[in-house]
């Protein structure tokens, strides 16, 4: 299939709404939050109302995850043009699955490590296994949002009009 000049594919890019761009860019707020605040040490758990914030928190987290991949798997899930290529589709779509596994990760573990901490289960092999698994799924999370990051600023230079389909800032009509 022959793809059309940028600016054809920019006018066929259907844009994401204002709910969506919310939840996106929400969501990023909460993420950098949990950055900021993240433990030194699985000892700091000690403190049982740090405790009870974090499986809180990692549990607000993992509900909004899962809203939020609701909602976007349900109205429309890509901005992607329709003359985009079958395989971009689907590196598109496993960058943003697995964007969602690692995320949902980093709070299941959260919440293992501490509802181990809690139960008295501060050493062991289930709580470094745990600890382990949390902090693959950060760093691959890290990596993702970085992978994500880099097509996205691609898409603004291509003029593509994926970036304007999500980006409230920035847009580029030339």
């Known amino acids: 299939m022959v793809m059309g000049t940028n600016q054809e594919q920019a006018e066929s890019v259907r844009p994401h709404g204002l ?3 919310v939840f996106h860019w929400g969501f ?4 950098v939050y949990a950055l900021t605040k ?12 740090l405790l009870h914030y ?5 549990s607000v987290f993992l509900l909004l995850l899962i809203v939020r991949f609701v909602f976007m798997q349900s109205t429309r899930p890509s901005a992607l043009p329709d003359e985009t290529p079958a395989s971009v589709r689907r590196l598109a779509r496993t960058v943003h699955l697995a964007m969602y596994a690692s995320l949902s990760l980093i709070a299941v573990t959260g919440l293992t490590i501490g509802g181990l ?10 709580i470094e296994l745990a600890l382990i698994l949390h902090e ?19 898409h603004r230079r291509k003029q593509d009009g994926i970036w304007n389909a999500m980006v409230p800032v920035g847009k580029r009509t030339d």
Not at 54 to 58: D, P, R
Not at 117 to 126: E, I, L
Not at 137 to 148: D, Q, R
């Open 136 to 154: 693959i799924a950060v760093n691959v999370s890290y990596a993702l949002i970085i992978g994500h990051v880099a097509a996205a600023i691609y």
């Open 38 to 49: 993240q433990l030194d040490e699985v000892e700091e758990l000690e403190d049982l109302s």
């Open 54 to 58: 974090e499986m809180a928190f990692a």
């Open 28 to 31: 990023i707020g909460v993420f």
């Open 19 to 21: 709910t969506a761009k």
């Open 117 to 126: 901490y809690w139960s008295g289960a501060k050493t062991g092999v289930a």
